[in-house]
């Protein structure tokens, strides 16, 4: 067994040891779903920070700038950073005052039982991509540091073991407490690992007049109509579409108090804009120590060129600091990633097909085995996807853009939102978004913008128009109710 194999399964295990530790806590449906709204603002900062800052900002984001530039990452960082600032701003306050235990409870107390139902399935099914691509980047790393003698498959499958085993049993406080931990190792190892390499390569200066001069830092489109819808679509699939996601929710609305839960996810979301540029620069530093590895690795697997340049040209307490750095991202955003779906799905839809009432006991071990069984089917998807990290992320909340933003919004700020018009704007933008996809996925309209677009105006037409359905039912805003 290698020294840097040794390390990473030590790593593991104490992440391990913090989720059984934390789930000494777990007593009641909250303490598993919201960790009985207990945590610090340190503790929050940290959640939120590790809600994004997984395999697609570490491997994704920047093997996708050594190819695209900054254009091309518009969705993460820039609009990944937006959301969680924004949900502070905007969302968190107004939330967090209706003691809510999912997203999807929301929309049955605003709307209906119908649109609760709608909007669980899609943030549901939105999970599928996103921790698929977590749990590709813990075979990845088990592949790279074994030098192959762990295939990815077989990484893959132990990764999702580690990651279900203390998400299973901790819930919410394995999820804080362990996110709390890993960001520090992220730090640590990160920064370290920047001097290293910035030295290699000739100094952070060298390396940013590189990417410049090679026209990496072009941001904003060119003044085309095309492209500047496709930018748009690009950067509100991530900032708006990952605003109703459960694993948002559930972060902030953790926290102790009202005030840490704005302050946690405004702090949560700078960090991490600040944050996600270090992978970043680490990977295209690769330009300048080693091209011939980026030429070759460009032509199989661009993903792969921050990790081969660490293993080839760091020394190994380097290399022990990095993977462990890229372990804690990656687990950290999927112990909350296999979370939120599984409790939306036993809150909102198996709660309803049971059609009995739970004990507060039976509801706990309910939601412990939907994430055993959604562990096994993310599992099966990570071993037969062939999509990029950054495409199965960014792919993952196209969903909730164009179902549930608007509903949600318009529950919150606009006091004339009906059942009706949340209907509209529900089943309105998810159709249209699949026509586009379906029979014009590359033309003039981002099929999601397209989608968003027709929520926003079924929202409106099903609100103002004669009410034949819910009609009779409250409009008011349960949060100022």
């Known amino acids: 067994m290698s020294t840097l194999l040794l390390f990473v399964i030590l790593y593991i295990a104490g992440s391990i040891i913090v989720g059984i530790i934390a789930s000494l806590r777990v007593h ?26 997984g395999s697609e900002t570490v491997l994704g984001v920047s093997s996708t700038f050594i190819t695209e530039g900054l254009r091309g990452i518009v969705s993460d960082p820039f609009g990944a950073s937006l959301c969680l600032i924004f949900v502070g701003l905007f969302f ?38 996103w921790l ?11 592949n790279v540091v074994t030098a192959g003698a762990i295939s990815m498959q077989l990484g893959i499958i132990i990764g999702a073991a580690v990651v279900v085993f203390y998400t299973l049993w901790g819930g919410m406080f394995a999820v804080a407490w362990t996110n709390f931990v890993q960001m520090l190792v992220i730090l640590v190892g990160l920064f370290y690992i920047v001097f290293i390499v910035a030295d290699k390569a000739g100094g952070v200066g060298t390396v940013v007049a590189h990417a410049h001069a090679a026209g990496h830092f072009e941001f904003w489109p060119q003044w085309d109509t095309r492209e500047v819808l496709w930018f748009i679509g690009a950067l509100v699939t991530v900032m708006l579409g990952s605003i109703p996601q ?23 979301g700078s960090f ?20 011939e590895l980026v030429s070759s690795l460009m032509q199989v697997d661009h993903q792969l060129i921050l990790p081969t340049l660490i293993m080839n040209h760091t ?46 006991h039976q509801f706990l071990w309910s939601m412990r085995a939907v994430v055993g ?49 949340a209907l509209f704007s529900i089943l309105g933008g998810l159709f249209i978004w699949l026509a586009f996809e379906a029979f ?20 409106l037409a099903g609100s103002l128009l004669p009410q034949w359905y819910g009609r009779g039912t409250r409009t008011e805003n349960p949060t100022t109710a």
Do not use: C
């Not at 909250?30 to 340190?42: C, E, I, Q, S």
């Not at 999912?102 to 709608?118: C, H, K, N, P």
């Not at 069984?373 to 792919?395: D, E, P, R």
């Open 315 to 360: 020394p190994l307490f380097a290399q022990v600091l990095f993977f462990g750095a890229l372990l804690s991202a990656v687990m950290s955003t999927a112990s909350g990633t296999l979370l939120a779906p599984s409790v939306t799905f036993t809150e909102n839809i198996l709660k309803k097909l049971i059609r009995h009432e739970l004990t507060d």
């Open 373 to 421: 069984f959604f562990a096994i089917a993310v599992t099966i998807f990570s071993l037969n996807t062939h999509s990029t990290i950054y495409q199965l992320v960014v792919g993952a909340y196209k969903v909730t853009l164009v179902t549930a933003f608007i509903p949600l919004v318009a529950g919150l700020y606009w006091s004339r939102a009906t059942r009706q018009g």
């Open 92 to 129: 968190a306050a107004k939330l967090y005052r209706m003691d809510l235990l999912t997203i999807g409870d929301y929309f049955r107390q605003r709307y209906d039982s119908r649109a609760e139902v709608l909007v669980a399935g899609a943030i549901v099914f939105s999970y599928l991509g």
């Open 246 to 268: 459960q694993d948002v929710f559930q972060r902030v609305m953790s926290s102790r108090t009202e005030k840490i839960a704005v302050r946690g996810a405004v702090l949560g």
């Open 28 to 53: 009641t449906s909250k303490d598993f779903v919201l960790a009985g709204r207990t945590l610090p603002l340190y503790v929050v900062t940290a959640t939120v920070f590790a809600t994004w800052f």
């Open 132 to 142: 698929s691509a977590q749990i590709v980047v813990i075979g990845l790393v088990f």
């Open 272 to 291: 991490y804009f600040v944050f996600a540029f270090v992978p970043i620069f680490l990977a295209y530093s690769a330009f300048l120590i080693d091209p």
């Open 440 to 459: 014009n996925p590359e033309g003039l309209l981002p099929p999601q913008l397209a989608g968003l677009i027709a929520s926003a105006l079924g929202m």
